[in-house]
């Protein structure tokens, strides 16, 4: 896990174009981001899937680009990353008893690249810490196994993908 106590966690703000963010992540040799506001909060975050992969074109294609111009570089971070509250979590205290087998379990189960680790505030019980994030590249880098995640079907692409076995 990148533990965010010893790593601060890599962040972008959410109307910076998606080709300027993937830019960033190669710089700094991430997968992801964490997406800002304008005012500093954590609202979400972005992979290097979400601008590669079919977001970008859905995005304009759900505009109405036939009166002007759309490309590429009119799509920002917000409009390709995952809110805040649909990122899929593991609560800290659970990481800290869990084995390797159990976080590969969970890379699995919820069929994502990333995922968040969180903690209560310590005042609030509502309140959540964003403590770490697990990424399932490096996790399979470092084990030298691949997680054989079944990732899950978002569009009719991806769904004929799956079936013809493309792109695995």
């Known amino acids: 896990m990148t533990n965010f106590e010893r790593t601060s966690p890599r962040m972008v703000s959410r109307n910076v174009p998606i080709d300027r963010a993937l830019e960033r992540m190669r710089l700094l ?3 992801s981001l964490f997406v800002l506001d304008h005012d500093g909060r954590t609202i979400g975050l972005v992979t290097s899937y979400d601008i ?6 859905q995005v ?3 505009r109405d680009c036939h009166l002007h111009s759309c490309s590429r570089t009119d799509v ?3 409009d390709v990353m995952e809110p805040l509250e649909q990122l899929s979590t593991l609560e800290f205290e659970d990481v800290r008893r ?6 590969a379990a969970a890379f699995r189960t919820e069929a994502k ?6 903690q ?7 309140a959540l810490i964003i403590r770490g994030l697990f990424s399932a590249a490096d996790l399979e880098r470092r084990l030298g196994v691949r997680l054989q995640m079944l990732p899950l079907a978002r569009t009719f692409a991806e769904i004929e993908r799956s079936i013809r ?4």
């Open 60 to 62: 304009l294609q759900s």
């Open 120 to 126: 209560h505030h310590a005042n609030s019980e509502s």
């Open 113 to 118: 690249t990333h995922l968040v680790v969180t």
């Open 29 to 31: 040799g991430v997968r």
């Open 98 to 103: 869990a084995t390797i087998a159990e976080i």
């Open 52 to 57: 590669q992969g079919e977001k970008p074109m």
């Open 165 to 168: 076995g493309v792109g695995t």
């Open 76 to 78: 920002v971070v917000a």
